[in-house]
């Protein structure tokens, strides 16, 4: 079965970083694209940004968030700097089979998806 699992969350104080990391199995990782989503109390879940041919961002992340996998650890890292207060979510790695240069946000196109790990952002 495919199983991905998330990792790094945690409280932190705005402005700061984290690094969130998702290690993946049961599937091809250099084949699937991996994305990640985040979902706030109350709000539905959203695209934060997803890696495959080329890397894509939310708008609202661009310059402050950064993509990187580790093909031979199966593993896709989100880094996330300069965290705002409005930013505390549940955080999920989600993975679609294919690379492809189209952007897919819909998180009902996406396949598979890990549990999530919990950000809080509080100073």
């Known amino acids: 079965q495919v199983r991905l699992v998330e990792s790094g969350g945690g409280l932190v104080q705005p402005g700061v970083s984290l690094r969130l990391s998702c290690a993946a199995s049961g599937l091809t990782f250099i084949t699937n694209t991996m994305g990640w989503f985040r979902q706030a109390p109350g709000k539905e879940r959203e695209f934060v940004g997803s890696?495959?041919?080329?890397?894509n961002y939310a708008d609202s992340v661009k310059g402050r968030f950064t993509i990187s996998r580790d093909n031979a650890k199966n593993t896709v890292y989100l880094q996330m700097n300069s965290l705002k207060p409005e930013e505390p979510a549940v955080y999920y790695c989600a993975a679609r089979s294919g690379l492809s240069s189209v952007v897919v946000k819909d998180p009902g196109r996406w396949a598979y998806w890990g549990q999530g790990t919990q950000v809080t952002v509080s100073s």
């Open positions: 890696s495959a041919i080329i890397y």
